[in-house]
């Protein structure tokens, strides 16, 4: 692979990780690597890992999967980043609510608007200032 350069010096760990488990009723073997900067031990990097994948599998896969998000025909102007949000508050008031499962409690209160803004105005309001390192705005 001409012209691509590699700083090998700051490397410090390589992390292999092997899956083991069953998805639709069948069993899967999956190994995968981590090239890593960072000097934490392997209790360390399986919680980050894990981590990730708790993020991955309880928010991205939720709204690819159970709102088909990567599915959306909305590409101009602010509207998929809009949408997104609206997904995520969907979600977050669902959990709050104390719906472990996002499509059975889409089903149960999707019909009833009176129950909508009840799960809405069971959500306590909490101001939150942003963190200036995480929030940007662009002015274009």
Do not use: C
Not at 100 to 129: A, C, D, K, M, Y
Request: aromatic share 10%; glycine share 8%; net charge positive.
């Amino acid at each position: 692979m001409s012209g691509i350069s590699y700083d090998w010096e700051g490397l410090q760990r390589l992390v292999k990780v092997e899956r083991f488990g069953t998805r639709a009723g069948k069993p899967y073997h999956q190994i995968v690597y981590y090239i890593s900067s960072l000097t934490i031990n392997a209790a360390q990097f399986a919680q980050g890992i894990r981590g990730h994948w708790g993020i991955e599998n309880r928010l991205h896969w939720v709204k690819d999967v159970v709102l088909d998000e990567d599915n959306s025909r909305m590409r101009q102007g602010n509207a998929p980043a809009n949408f997104s949000i609206i997904r995520s508050l969907v979600l977050t008031i669902l959990r709050y609510n104390g719906y472990s499962s996002i499509t059975t409690g889409i089903r149960l209160i999707s019909h009833n608007l009176e129950q909508i803004f009840q799960l809405i105005r069971n959500v306590p309001t909490r101001v939150v200032e942003p963190n200036p390192k995480t929030f940007m705005v662009s002015s274009s």
